[in-house]
Nanobody, 125 residues
Framework: QVQLVESGGGSVQAGGSLRLSCAAS????????MGWFRRAPGKALEGVAA???????SYADSVKGRFTISKDNAKNVLYLQMKSLKPEDTGMYYC???????????????????WGQGILVTVSS
């Protein structure tokens, strides 16, 4: 059974930084696409960043240049380093994974099979 557990969320002032972690276990397939999604208050789920199974990386335009996604394959941990945070970055952040390559679909929530419980990030102005 695949489990994804997020950590590292919290409250920060605008301009600050946070690093989210997602500890993954139970993956039995050879390779996975993994991503970070968020849901801002009153808004739909949004793809933030993803690492595809071939190592290619995708970012939402709203976070390019500020967020960095990375993965430690030895530890089975996915990271999201967030810098220059803005109040509009506030929301629940979710880690997700899916077997195989997703290409242009890497930031689409409908492509993903497994989800963490989410963790709250609050950015105050």
């Amino acid at each position: 059974q695949v489990q994804l557990v997020e950590s590292g969320g919290g409250s920060v002032q605008a301009g600050g930084s946070l690093r989210l972690s997602c500890a993954a276990s139970g993956h039995t397939y050879r390779s996975y696409c993994m991503g970070w999604f968020r849901r801002a208050p009153g808004k739909a789920l949004e793809g933030v960043a993803a690492i595809d199974d071939d190592g290619s990386i995708s970012y939402a335009d709203s976070v390019k240049g500020r967020f960095t996604i990375s993965k430690d394959n030895a530890k089975n941990v996915l990271y999201l380093q967030m810098k220059s945070l803005k109040p509009e970055d506030t929301g629940m952040y979710y880690c997700a994974s899916v077997r195989g390559w997703r290409g242009l679909g890497a930031l689409l929530d409908s492509e993903y099979e497994y989800w963490g419980q989410g963790i709250l990030v609050t950015v105050s102005s």
